[in-house]
């Protein structure tokens, strides 16, 4: 069940309850995104930015700085930081991953070029710090910066991963808190900073971030395996295709046989792959429970970041919040 096709939809009530702060969040990226000497900036930033996507992770700003009572302005210029970083990996992952669809769309660097991509990008980050200094928080900056870094690190070795069937859970999870879970911890954690909370609650957002971020990864990574290509977005087996190990992929071998070990060395570290391999995949990953195992890491993840919210005020978002962690793995029934 995609996020769109679910009967009650938790990201769309926070949208309702916030948005004029959203709206003032879309005002400035089109502000801020816009160049004088470079036409072609706005053009590619347009493209991924106007492609219909949620503004899960400025929400999740601006959800945090309104839970903690914030009543300044900082939220939506932190928002907007957020979703350009965002919007940067992509550009930048799409020319890594030689993408040619994002959100049922061609990408930016199949429209134009891997250059233009790689550029506006940088663009965008640039951007996105000149936003973060206006907020004239040391702290801020520190959280948001480490975060750029982390994801980038993470890209980076997701390189050095991918196709390595030796490559363990703990350094997959490594992988997707920097690719993922950094962005949306950062951005719950400075709408607490902004907002000035206890060191208690600023902590607890920052976790609750960081387990939505996982748990949004590893249901991703399953639905590559078992989901709807109309409601993801992606074809079923991608991740396959692409020889990428992934949480289900580890779980299997962690119970293969030397006939199964043999599959994997030779579809995903040797990258022979024949016609009917992606259904022996799939039937590996059912009969060794894979699948199962892997929905059961990511509900606990899910269990986690509900957990973190305890200690928050009592406040409508944070029912919000805690019905959009419930909501991240409804994509998976």
């Given at each position: 069940?995609s996020?769109?096709?679910?009967?009650?939809?938790?990201?769309?009530?926070?949208?309702?309850h916030?948005a004029?702060?959203?709206?003032?969040?879309?005002?400035?990226?089109?502000?801020?995104?816009?160049?004088?000497h470079?036409?072609?900036?706005?053009?590619?930033?347009?493209?991924?930015?106007?492609?219909?996507?949620?503004?899960?992770?400025?929400?999740?700003?601006?959800?945090?700085?309104?839970?903690?009572?914030?009543r300044?302005?900082?939220?939506?210029?932190?928002?907007?930081?957020?979703?350009?970083?965002?919007?940067?990996?992509?550009?930048?992952?799409?020319?890594?991953?030689?993408?040619?669809?994002?959100?049922?769309r061609?990408?930016?660097?199949?429209?134009?070029?891997?250059?233009?991509?790689?550029?506006?990008?940088d663009?965008?980050?640039?951007?996105?710090?000149?936003?973060?200094?206006?907020?004239?928080?040391?702290?801020?900056l520190?959280?948001?910066?480490?975060?750029?870094?982390?994801?980038?690190?993470?890209?980076?070795?997701?390189?050095?991963t991918?196709?390595?069937l030796?490559?363990?859970?703990?350094?997959?999870?490594?992988?997707?808190?920097?690719?993922?879970?950094?962005?949306?911890?950062?951005?719950?954690?400075?709408?607490?900073?902004?907002?000035?909370?206890?060191?208690?609650?600023?902590?607890?957002?920052?976790d609750?971030?960081d387990?939505?971020?996982i748990?949004?990864?590893?249901?991703?990574?399953l639905?590559?395996?078992?989901?709807?290509?109309?409601a993801?977005?992606?074809n079923?087996?991608?991740d396959?295709?692409?020889?990428?190990?992934?949480?289900?992929?580890?779980?299997?071998l962690?119970?293969?046989?030397?006939?199964e070990?043999?599959f994997?060395?030779?579809?995903i570290?040797?990258?022979?792959q024949?016609?009917?391999?992606?259904?022996?995949?799939?039937d590996?990953?059912?009969?060794?429970?894979?699948?199962?195992?892997?929905?059961?890491?990511?509900?606990?993840?899910?269990?986690?970041?509900?957990?973190?919210?305890d200690?928050?005020?009592?406040?409508?978002?944070?029912?919000?919040?805690?019905?959009?962690?419930?909501?991240?793995v409804?994509?998976?029934?």
């Open positions: 069940m996020l769109d096709e679910a009967a009650t939809k938790p990201h769309e009530a926070l949208a309702a916030l004029p702060r959203l709206d003032a969040v879309n005002t400035l990226i089109r502000a801020r995104m816009a160049s004088r470079a036409p072609r900036i706005p053009e590619v930033t347009a493209h991924l930015i106007e492609a219909g996507g949620k503004r899960l992770r400025p929400m999740l700003t601006l959800a945090s700085a309104d839970l903690c009572g914030y300044g302005d900082h939220d939506v210029r932190l928002a907007a930081t957020v979703e350009f970083i965002h919007t940067a990996t992509l550009l930048h992952d799409d020319v890594v991953d030689e993408s040619a669809s994002r959100r049922g061609p990408t930016a660097n199949l429209l134009w070029d891997n250059k233009s991509s790689v550029l506006v990008g663009y965008l980050f640039a951007r996105a710090f000149q936003l973060m200094v206006e907020t004239e928080s040391l702290r801020v520190d959280i948001l910066s480490n975060a750029a870094a982390t994801i980038a690190e993470g890209e980076v070795l997701q390189l050095s991918a196709r390595d030796a490559t363990t859970e703990a350094l997959y999870l490594q992988v997707v808190r920097g690719k993922t879970a950094a962005l949306f911890s950062a951005a719950t954690q400075v709408g607490g900073v902004i907002a000035a909370a206890p060191e208690r609650q600023i902590a607890a957002l920052y609750y971030g387990a939505l971020g748990a949004f990864q590893i249901v991703d990574d639905l590559d395996y078992q989901g709807d290509a109309k993801t977005g992606k079923v087996g991608d396959f295709r692409e020889r990428k190990v992934t949480l289900p992929v580890i779980r299997a962690a119970q293969a046989d030397d006939d070990r043999a994997w060395r030779r579809t570290e040797k990258g022979d024949q016609g009917g391999d992606l259904e022996r995949a799939l590996i990953l059912r009969t060794r429970g894979a699948l199962d195992e892997t929905r059961a890491a990511a509900m606990q993840w899910i269990t986690d970041a509900r957990a973190a919210l200690v928050l005020p009592v406040h409508p978002v944070r029912d919000m919040l805690d019905a959009l962690a419930g909501y991240v409804a994509r998976l029934t």
